[in-house]
């Protein structure tokens, strides 16, 4: 690079003039490393952090929108760019909380059910033995040093995306539940199950081994044991976060709602520009039908981040559906998907909308159906019959009727398309 070349202050003004400028041009991601060359030099050039935290907000942002959106449809790809975004979010506390959150809502990577032909050399499982497996005594053992080893070093990659607050919980504990924590990360519940119920005795009292078994139950679809141990978790380390959050979402999974909000309102008395623990709460008086409490809730945060957090968006939509106010969902699912063009979570409701408002909303909603079928093509027919409705609904009966004679012959096998289908053609005959 060009340090060495000049003198200290030249160099700095030039790799922060450099990276104003292509953070200006939104290249935030070149802009970041001449930033970071200026704070290599020296940590105490204010305009280098600040412009480098912009970058890091940036970056995470974008990753954590490719995220959500892939997660609706390729779990994997969400999960790599949740992983990118925390890598990219560097020390920033905040950045790194919101990244965690998301890849802990992803979850963790489950197992390969492909089938493998037996003659062909089947690949190595990460807690597979590298000899394949044979007949000695010892083949198995997942205490060898090849495995420790490798296991090792995965938990202290998780380890370091953890917020800082929380890494002390993890650390210093046994082998056997870091490769507890490893496997349920990596899917393989049967082993992460034996491993944490042994860490349970050998780590006893360890908010962080009741916090895993609590994910381990979630997965296994055990929600009141989940809740139990995330409380448990919670009740050994109360700045616990993770464990909070996993309570009150729990709460709000197995319908107990109230008993969430007072320990989430707590937590913001505190800490009151906590996201996270504000969008649960908002979520969970929206669950109670506390639709004026929602609101308060929400609004100062749908302010600030409505285009930069789909979640919030979300359930600001779902407040104002609530509320009679579908001028004010529109606009909330109109802003989503101007961030974000291909999220059909967001699409589908929003061209509901449009449908339900009659006339004048027709032909917005044909455009959001049609852009659904081309990009989802798996449920073509579904998105098909709605531009149909869009039609009707607009008084272009033929067209939509002509949709319908093509979609009747790709309809599913299911009651729920057939009714769905029947409703439709009422509609285009006027009934």
């Not at 700095?12 to 200026?38: H, I, P, T």
């Not at 992983?83 to 506390?93: I, M, P, R, V, Y």
């Not at 309102?265 to 908002?282: F, Q, S, V, Y």
């Not at 999220?343 to 009659?358: C, D, F, H, R, V």
Request: charged residues 30%; aromatic residues 8%.
């Amino acid at each position: 690079m060009v340090f060495g070349l000049f003198s200290k202050k030249s160099t700095q003004e030039k790799a922060l003039e450099k990276g104003k400028k292509l953070a200006d041009r939104q290249n935030y991601s070149e802009a970041l490393s001449w930033y970071e060359e200026v704070l290599d030099k020296d940590p105490a050039v204010t305009e280098a952090r600040k412009g480098a935290r912009l970058c890091r907000e940036k970056l995470v942002e974008k990753n954590l929108h490719e995220a959500e959106c892939f997660g609706q449809f390729d779990v994997d790809k969400a999960r790599e760019h949740a992983l990118l975004a925390l890598t990219l979010a560097g020390k920033e506390d905040d950045l790194k909380k919101r990244a965690t959150t998301l890849l802990n809502s992803i979850g963790p990577a489950k197992a390969s059910k492909k089938p493998v032909r037996e003659e062909e050399e089947k690949p190595k499982r990460l807690f597979e033995p590298s000899c394949g497996g044979c007949a000695s005594p010892s083949c198995g053992d997942t205490h060898g040093e090849e495995i420790e080893e490798h296991f090792e070093d995965v938990f202290y990659l998780y380890l370091e995306s953890m917020p800082e607050h929380e890494k002390p919980l993890f650390e210093n504990l046994s082998n056997v539940f870091r490769e507890g924590y490893v496997a349920l990360q990596q899917g393989e519940l049967e082993l992460a199950a034996k491993r944490l119920k042994e860490a349970e005795k050998i780590d006893a009292g360890s908010p962080a081994v009741a916090y895993t078994r609590g994910l381990l139950e979630g997965l296994q679809g055990q929600m009141e044991a989940a809740r139990k141990y995330y409380e448990k978790a919670l009740a050994g380390a109360p700045e616990f976060t993770s464990a909070l959050y996993a309570v009150a979402a729990t709460l709000r999974e197995l319908h107990r709602g109230a008993e969430a909000v007072p320990l989430l309102r707590k937590r913001l008395e505190t800490h009151p520009n906590d996201r996270e623990a504000i969008l649960i709460l908002g979520a969970s008086y929206l669950d109670l039908g506390q639709l004026e409490e929602a609101e308060e809730t929400l609004t100062e945060l749908y302010l600030s981040d409505a285009k930069t957090n789909s979640t919030v968006g979300f359930l600001w939509a779902r407040l104002k559906e609530a509320q009679n106010d579908p001028e004010g969902a529109i606009r909330a699912y109109q802003i989503i998907t101007n961030t974000n063009q291909n999220m059909l979570e967001a699409l589908i409701p929003l061209g509901l909308l449009y449908i339900s408002q009659g006339e004048p909303y027709a032909e917005a909603a044909v455009k959001v159906f049609k852009h659904c079928y081309r990009i989802d093509q798996e449920h073509g027919w579904f998105h098909l019959l709605r531009v149909a409705e869009a039609y009707a609904v607009r008084g272009w009966q033929k067209e939509a009727r002509k949709i319908l004679d093509e979609v009747s012959h790709d309809l599913p096998d299911d009651p729920n398309a057939r009714a769905l289908f029947d409703q439709v053609n009422k509609k285009t005959q006027g009934l």
